[in-house]
């Protein structure tokens, strides 16, 4: 039998192998912290420690950290799967659907930006339809303040450029 603190662990892999896209800290969080498997110290330290074996990869964009199963994390749930019960991963899957019935089309607009080799600003734009990028954009921004004021108006603006993209080559 598994401790629990590793059927934490476990959770949050089966998650997220059962996810059809990447998980926020937030959701995992939500879903573990309301039905008190564990407090939220111990939470971050599984995330913290699943990430450091690489069995999840974490990607942040503009504050919010995404996680994904890792080839390694999937291999690892194959062998100790049934130390989940099966309430706990039916409780999941439950939660999942309702996820997923409440973002399916819904439209994310990230932004983030970052120090290229050359010291320069770039902005990364995306625009996600139903877990499909429909654009990824990155652009040269000239000081800091333009890059954080583009990640900033992005999420306010991308149907208008979208639309003038869009225009512009069809």
Known sequence: MATPFTVYKLIILYMLRNSSSPITNSEISEFILDREYTNYFHLQQALSELEETELIEKRTISNTSYYTLTEDGKNTLTYFENDISQDIR????????????????????????????????????????????????SLAAPSLSAAKAMCRQWPKKYEEIYDKIMEGLL
Do not use: C, F, M, W
């Not at 439950?94 to 994310?108: D, H, I, M």
């Not at 902005?123 to 139903?130: A, I, N, P």
């Open 90 to 137: 039916t409780e999941v899957l439950q939660y999942l659907a309702a996820r997923g019935a409440s973002t399916r089309n819904q439209v994310k607009a990230p932004a983030d930006y970052y120090i290229n080799n050359q010291g320069e600003y770039v902005v990364h734009l995306q625009l996600l339809q139903k877990g499909s990028s429909v654009i990824d954009l």
